[in-house]
Nanobody
C-alpha cells in the first residue's frame, strides 16, 4: 500500500521560505514513477506546482518557476519542495502525490491531479503580507 506523509507546512511572511517534505513508502522505484506537489485553495481546483520523473527530470508550473525547487532523495524515499520568495498567492493546502506508471507514458510528470493515484493528507501553507 503506497503511503505518502507530508510535513513542513506553516505560516510565514511574504518573502520568506518553507520546505515541505513527503515521506513515501509501499512501492518500489521504477521508471514509471512520477511524484509531484500540488496545491489547492478553497473554491478552486487543485493545481500542479512541480513534478519529478524517476530519472530526476523536474518541471514547474509557470507561477513558481525560479522560486520553488522540487527534489527527491531516493535513499530516504523522501520528496521535498523548497519554497522561496513566498507571496500571499502561494497560500494553499499543499499535497504530495505519486503515480507508479505515469512515467512510462513518456514526457513530463507535470500533469493534472486526475492522473495521479496516490495522495498525502495535505499540509497548510499560509503566507501573510
Amino acid at each position: 500500500q503506497v503511503k505518502l506523509v507530508e510535513s513542513g507546512g506553516g505560516s510565514v511572511q511574504a518573502g520568506g521560505s518553507l520546505r515541505l517534505s513527503c515521506v513515501a513508502s509501499g512501492y518500489t522505484s521504477s521508471g514509471g514513477v512520477c511524484m509531484g506537489w500540488f496545491r489547492q485553495v478553497p473554491g478552486k481546483e487543485r493545481e500542479v506546482v512541480a513534478a519529478v520523473n524517476n530519472d530526476g527530470t523536474t518541471n514547474y508550473a509557470d507561477s513558481v518557476k525560479g522560486r520553488f525547487t522540487i527534489a527527491k532523495d531516493n535513499v530516504k524515499n523522501t520528496l521535498y519542495l523548497q519554497m522561496n520568495s513566498l507571496n500571499p498567492e502561494d497560500t494553499a493546502v499543499y499535497y504530495c502525490a505519486a503515480d507508479l506508471v505515469l512515467g512510462f507514458y513518456g514526457g513530463t510528470c507535470l500533469r493534472g491531479d486526475i492522473e495521479y493515484n496516490y495522495w498525502g493528507q495535505g499540509t497548510q501553507v499560509t503566507v501573510s503580507s
